[in-house]
């Protein structure tokens, strides 16, 4: 039976990044993915991923975006690659909505510059914006987005490097406390290991059932649309944005890597699904729900449908994260119920996961995300 110092389950965005610490910090470190490296059958896909620090989950989450930040740029120079591109960040709604309050309060606890724009202020700046009087928006100017596939595909290659080993189309079938450590069986092989480290995303409930009461996988669909006026859709010149309005919470980015103006609606339709069995087509109501947001605060972006792709989220009561060690079983860590603002991340969620597993602890502040606040 091969023999490792961790094992880590699921090697996406969270996944990838914790092979890579674990493999940087000397660990033999085994990587098990179920599909390809990467793949579109989870949540680390879609050309384009957003980062900021207009954080109105809740303002604790700014130092670990700071940390990340560090540590995408690390990676970066590590692959020589560009996978962070930076346009600007608007988080709007009307002045009593929880995106613009939440926004505002995450940069002044942490002394993060920002601006406040009045509707007509942000169309003029950014004409591809057509918002109407009643939104004001938290512009920050450090945000963009992570190009999520590159990200991935880099962490496999740089922890390859310091010598881990990834195996894609293996699938964990169970797994057992074995002593101290755990025993991993896959429809390949069976490995032992010291720790393990699940970060497996919608599929993280099936292989910890600690969580699985806390965890709601949820279809989610994005949709490129061809703009009017293109050079208005450009990184250079459109800010990636988030919107509370009333016809829902929607985001949104520029063109980039492929011709297209990208938009999704936060939990899009409510569909709660089995991942394995997941509708991954996408319909005609699909298209009609984003269409007619683009239409009204988009419009020189609403034209033909250039690409469709479906991703899952996987969401927790309080759309705050799990980062825990399993109370019975300290041997395991769990990354999961990402509700849809986890990709950011994954760098620094890749750094904690490898301390849980070397320490059984971490130096960043997880409070928020520990399993026993569902028992409260």
């Known amino acids: 039976m091969p023999v490792y110092d961790a094992i880590v389950i699921g090697v996406g965005g969270m996944g990838s990044a914790a092979v890579y610490h674990l493999a940087r910090r000397g660990w033999k470190v085994l990587g098990l993915e179920q599909y390809g490296i990467p793949n579109e059958l989870g949540s680390s896909h879609g050309h384009s991923r957003m980062i900021r620090y207009t954080l109105q989950e809740h303002p604790s989450y700014v130092p670990l975006v700071h940390r990340a930040y560090e540590l995408w740029h690390e990676l970066e120079d590590a692959a020589g690659e560009r996978l962070m591109v930076t346009t600007g960040s608007v988080r709007a709604g009307p002045p009593d909505s929880p995106f613009f309050r939440g926004a505002k309060e995450a940069c002044d606890v942490h002394n993060i510059p920002y601006e406040i724009l009045t509707a007509p202020e942000l169309n003029n700046r950014f004409p591809g914006y057509r918002f109407p009087e009643e939104i004001s928006s938290v512009y920050q100017a450090d945000g963009g987005f992570l190009l999520p596939e590159r990200c991935i595909v880099n962490y ?5 490097e310091a010598g881990a080993e990834v195996h894609s189309h293996e699938t964990v079938l169970d797994w057992e406390p074995q002593g101290e450590g755990v025993r991993v069986r896959t429809d390949r092989d069976t490995y032992s290991a010291g720790r393990l480290v699940v ?14 009461k806390y965890t709601a996988p949820e279809r989610q669909v994005l949709i490129w649309f061809q703009p009017k006026r293109p ?17 829902g919470r929607y985001y949104g980015f520029p063109s980039y890597g492929v011709p297209g103006f990208k938009i999704g609606r936060a939990h899009h339709l409510r569909q709660q699904v089995d991942p394995d069995l ?24 609403a034209g033909p449908v250039l690409d469709v792709k479906t991703c899952i989220y996987t969401n927790t009561p ?55 606040r569902f028992d409260v």
């Open 199 to 212: 970060t497996a995303g919608a599929w993280a409930a099936k292989l910890a059932p600690q969580v699985a």
């Open 231 to 247: 050079e208005l859709f450009r990184a250079e010149t459109f800010p990636v944005f988030g919107i509370w309005t009333e016809e």
């Open 156 to 160: 496999v290659k740089c922890a390859q």
């Open 318 to 372: 309080d759309e705050h994260f799990i980062i825990d060690l399993l109370p019975s079983q300290p041997q395991v860590s769990v990354a999961a119920g990402f509700s849809g603002h986890g990709f950011k991340f994954a760098s620094v969620i890749g750094e904690i996961m490898a301390d849980l597993a070397q320490h059984g602890e971490t130096g960043h502040d997880i409070s928020l995300f520990r399993l026993d």
């Open 278 to 301: 997941m509708d991954r087509e996408v319909h005609a109501e699909d298209e009609d729900i984003l269409r007619q947001f683009t239409s009204r605060y988009f419009p020189l972006a």
